[in-house]
């Protein structure tokens, strides 16, 4: 069964940068798409951008644009996301998400979530 | 980019009744809609995608409908196990936002 297992509870000081992984099973890892979706206390769900396991390619939601960075492991099915200078503003849980088909762009499959918390 | 306005932000209805949440992009998005769940403390999960397609498993009483800038999810039936918060997201292309969420509570 598919399974996307992710990375634990972080605390970070502001202007820190953190960096979360996201582990595959149960499926080629490079046919589908890796998402990240972001949900901050109380709040709504908030899409960050994508990763293409096969190639790498990557694609940022505009307000991540420059401190962002996806890349990812095929040899271990694991994904990442590299989020910097970091203020309380990031505190949130962040998912990753795996597209229900290829190219879809709609979320089947979802990580565990892994809180982080920006506090100095 | 596009803006995705759900309404209402949350709702109370009794059980059994029918609830309807709307969800309308700012510019057409043809069906390239998807519906999720998210239970208090749980992760989303994706109710129906292509606007009206109900993914496997998820109960008849849920149901999608729409196309371009005017989309609904009704549940027929309101049952306890449906108190949760609810998302619309759009699909085609990206940024792929999610509205801003309406939750369903029992009155």
């Known amino acids: 069964q598919v399974q996307l297992v992710q990375s634990g509870t972080e605390v970070k000081k502001p202007g820190a940068s953190v960096k979360v992984s996201c582990k595959a099973s149960?499926?080629?890892?490079?046919?589908?798409?890796i998402h990240w979706v972001r949900q901050a206390p109380g709040q709504g769900l908030e899409w960050m951008g994508w990763?293409?396991?096969?190639?790498?390619?990557?694609n940022y939601a505009q307000k991540f644009q420059g401190r962002l960075t996806m890349t990812r492991d095929t040899s271990i099915s694991t994904a990442y996301m590299d989020l910097s200078r970091l203020t309380s503003d990031d505190t949130a849980v962040y998912y990753c998400?795996?597209?229900?088909?290829?190219?879809?762009?709609?979320?089947?499959?979802w990580g565990q979530g892994t809180l982080v918390t920006v506090s100095s | 980019d596009i803006q995705m306005t759900q309404s209402p932000s949350s709702l109370s209805a009794s059980v059994g009744d029918r609830v309807t949440i709307t969800c309308r992009p700012s510019?057409?998005?043809?069906?390239?809609l998807a519906w999720y769940q998210q239970k208090p403390g749980k992760v989303p999960k994706l109710l129906i995608y292509?606007?009206?397609t109900l993914h496997s498993g998820v109960p008849s009483r849920f149901s999608g409908s729409g196309s371009g800038t005017d989309f609904t999810l009704t549940i027929s039936s309101l049952q306890p196990e449906d108190v949760a918060t609810y998302y619309c997201?759009?699909?085609?292309?990206?940024?792929?936002?999610f509205g801003q969420g309406t939750k369903v509570e029992i009155k």
């Open positions: 998400a795996r597209e229900a088909d290829i190219f879809t762009g709609y979320f089947k499959y």
């Open positions: 149960g499926y080629s890892f490079t046919d589908y798409y």
């Open positions: 990763i293409s396991p096969k190639n790498g390619d990557t």
């Open positions: 510019q057409g998005i043809n069906n390239y």
């Open positions: 292509a606007a009206s």
């Open positions: 997201q759009k699909y085609n292309g990206v940024p792929h936002t």
